[in-house]
Structures are given as structure tokens and as C-alpha cells.
């Protein structure tokens, strides 16, 4: 058996903002192995962000631990990329610029750190628009930019907050897509949130659902559906028991 790569022991989140707190995240128990894509699925305001945060080493949690690659996380790590509901790209810098930030942040010389941030343009494909700027690009291409940002380390795990939430429907289905071949491709391992049961039975290999805040892991589902995925999936008896079965969880 593999080591995991990722373990929230109970895992649990109060905002110290007033007297007796604010309670975001009730308790969040699970495990990823190497290579697993793994959504979280939950109602708006149950605490997926807040999870993800701390499973990227941004925020401590108030009880409870994360492990990983076998040791308690306390802070970033280059090995963990992250990408959020909203791209945050810089509005000045290129697209390009945006992606070579972090390496450059690291001190990687701007040259070497550009040919590598060119490279992951190519990735996500969008070495065409190197040097245009966040107000040139399209939501979709916005948040293709995010990813190629967050790959720049080449971590082990991405983290993904409703990366596409923001897109229109159709522009959506086309990046779970891409993003699903990416994550083939690269053999990443990939933890998402989302609310959206498609794109999470789509990508996934297991989804948990969560209960409305604060959040506690309510139900594991294993998404025994055939790899590599097409669209054509969505249209099998299989694909639709499984819906049903995440939908009935959340309800
Ligand atoms: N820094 C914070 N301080 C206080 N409350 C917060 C903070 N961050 C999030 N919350 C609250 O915690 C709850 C869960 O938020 P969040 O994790 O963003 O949920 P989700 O991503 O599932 O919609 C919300 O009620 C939110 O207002
Ligand atoms: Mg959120």
C-alpha cells in the first residue's frame, strides 16, 4: 500500500471573532494517495475555502492536524500549487510576467524563470498569449493563467477552489476538460472543491460530501467510472446513479 500523500486528522476551524467564536469548519477527516483526484463537495458557506486554506499551510487550523508527504504542515509549501475561485492575476504584468512570479519570488534569475513560466504557458495552452496583459484575456484564459501559476513549482498537490465557478457554463465544461487531461498528463495528485456535482464526478476518483456549516465530512462516494473519461460518460446509467447518490447526500 502507498503512503497517502495528504491526511486531515479532525480537522477543525473557529474564527475568533467574537466572544464564544465562529464556528466555519466542524471537522474534516480524510486521506489522499499519490495521484488520486479527490473532490470536496458542500453547500456555499460550509467551510470549503476555509478547509482548502488550511490544507494549503495559509491558516492554522484550531484543532486538529494535516500531514503531508509525511510530516505536519504549519506553512506554504513550494510541493502544494494552489489555485483560487478568482484568478488574482497582477493587472500589470503579462500573462507570462504572472506566471514567472513565484519563481521569481524564489530568486530564479528573470530569464530562467521566464522560459520555465513559457513552458507552462504552452501547458495550459496559451503560449500565444504570453505577453498580454489580465485585461486582454478572457475569464477562461484568466484562471488557465492561474493554473500555469500554480504548476510553476511543479508541486505534488493542486489544490483547486472552484477554479471555474466564475466561467459561464459552456466555458466551464471545456476547462474541466483540459484541466482533467492536464491532471492525466502531469500525474498530479488534486484536491478540488466545488459544488457542482458534474464537474466533481467528472474529474474525480472519490468525492466527500460535506453538511451545511459548520461543515463536517458527511459521505465518501467512489467514482467507479471508467478512466480515460469523455463527455459521453455523463449519458450512462452508471454516471446517473452516482448523481443521484451525491445529490441525496447533500440534501
Ligand atoms: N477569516 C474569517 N473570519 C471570520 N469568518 C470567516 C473567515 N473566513 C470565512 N469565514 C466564515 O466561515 C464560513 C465558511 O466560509 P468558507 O470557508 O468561505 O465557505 P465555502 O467556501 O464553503 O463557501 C462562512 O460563514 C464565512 O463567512
Ligand atoms: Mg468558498
Known sequence: MTDPILTAEHVQMTFADSEEGFEALAEADFTVYPQEVVSIIGPSGCGKSTLLRILAGLIEPTNGKVVFEGKQLKTPQRKIGFVFQQPNLMPWRSAL????????????????????????LEVVGLSAFADALPRELSGGMSQRVAVARALAHDPDLLL????????????????????????????????????????????????????????????????????????????????????????????
Open 97 to 120: 510576467r504572472n506566471v514567472a512570479l513565484p519563481l521569481e519570488v524564489e530568486g530564479i534569475p528573470r530569464k530562467q524563470a521566464e522560459a520555465e513560466a513559457h513552458r507552462l
Open 160 to 251: 483547486l477552489d472552484e477554479p471555474f465557478a466564475a466561467l459561464d457554463a459552456l466555458t466551464r465544461e471545456r476547462m474541466d476538460w483540459e484541466l482533467l487531461k492536464l491532471v492525466q498528463r502531469q500525474h498530479k495528485t488534486v484536491v478540488m472543491v466545488t459544488h457542482n456535482i458534474q464537474e466533481a464526478i467528472l474529474l474525480s476518483d472519490r468525492v466527500f460530501t460535506m453538511s451545511p456549516r459548520p461543515g463536517r465530512f458527511e459521505r465518501e462516494v467512489i467514482i467507479d467510472l471508467p478512466r480515460p473519461r469523455s463527455a459521453e460518460d455523463q449519458y450512462t446509467p452508471r454516471y446517473v446513479a452516482l448523481a443521484r447518490e451525491l445529490r441525496q447526500s447533500l440534501r
